[in-house]
């Protein structure tokens, strides 16, 4: 099983940029598509981004696209996630965890601490 953390959250103001980033544990990182969710009170986990294996192919939530940008480096265990452009509506507990890079979803039962993201207007 993939241990996760994630950090790199904070308060920034609207338009801003944060760069989240996902330390995974375990040897078998390279095997997985991984991706970031994010959760905001009172709402469902949602997707936001994903990424293949190798890297080559990515997946976005439209909500995010042309702002957010996802990418790993495999030889540290490590997902990132830069957001530019940064709404109020961004604002959330983010996550990440293996995925499904077509459809976005995730069947894990195991899910990291979160770090949160607050955008304030």
């Known amino acids: 099983q993939v241990q996760l953390v994630e950090s790199g959250g904070g308060l920034v103001q609207a338009g801003g940029s944060l760069r989240l980033s996902c330390a995974a544990s375990?040897?078998?990182?390279?095997?997985?598509?991984m991706g970031w969710f994010r959760q905001a009170p009172g709402k469902e986990r949602e997707f936001v981004a994903a990424?293949?294996?190798?890297?080559?192919?990515?997946n976005y939530a439209d909500s995010v696209k042309g702002r957010f940008t996802i990418s790993r480096d495999n030889a540290k265990n490590t997902i990132y996630l830069q957001m530019n452009s940064l709404k109020p509506e961004d604002t959330a507990v983010y996550y990440c965890?293996?995925?499904?890079?077509?459809?976005?979803?995730?069947?894990?039962?195991?899910w990291g601490q979160g770090t949160q993201v607050t955008v304030s207007s």
């Open positions: 965890n293996v995925v499904d890079l077509s459809t976005g979803q995730s069947n894990s039962g195991y």
């Open positions: 375990g040897r078998t990182f390279t095997y997985y598509a």
């Open positions: 990424i293949s294996r190798s890297g080559a192919s990515t």
